[in-house]
């Protein structure tokens, strides 16, 4: 059961563009010293910026835009042919500077917090995404401490099923822009950081057989459907 959220408004918001409902969702982490900073930042005229949720670190909950709304969470960036990522999503904060892993209680308040809007959008978990992989070369979180493993169990996000393989990087390539990634010759380097940070951080080096089999798995189980309606 989702806990009910503290209503903090912020009025850093405006309307969806396009699909007038959101259909993946992205997550981040703060990185700021309280989740009272970062909840505060996120609703001061000045920042622009905002999200629709916030967690602390204890479990907390507060919520700062409607789900209906476009909240500026995003920032430039894509996935699955999504151009205007704040449009299709919903964006959830976590309150972590990116160097700890992230308190029971506040894993515990995301997964409720999936789950409802699993039950209220369409958003499938291949859609539950990291602000790293939408962001290329820009953004790193929530980072290589946050546990996808444990959303994917509860069918919250997606994990690979790594059966091992060879090195293939024009297979990689293709399997990077059919699971979501925005590859062009330009984000390569970018794409093949952000798939380590998500799937596998301590990886380091070239790409190679085990980066090329992740994807060829996510690619063939989560073909990127693309933006809703399209």
Known sequence: MTPEPIWHPSPNFGDRRGPSAPDMVVLHYTAMTTAEAARDWLCAPESEVSCHYVIAEDGRLWQLVQESDRAWHAGQGTWGGAADVNSQSIG????????????????????????GLFTRWTVPPERVVGHSDTALGRKTDPGGRFDWQRLARLGLAVWPEVRGGGLDAARFWQDCAAFGYEVTPETKPDVLNAVRLRFRP????????????????????YPCRGPAGA
């Open 92 to 115: 959830i904060e976590l309150a972590n500077t990116g160097f700890h892993p992230f308190p029971e209680p506040q894993m515990a308040v995301l997964e409720a917090v999936l789950a």
């Open 202 to 221: 301590s990886a380091t080096g070239p790409l190679d057989g085990t980066d090329c089999a992740i994807m060829a798995d996510l690619a063939e189980r």
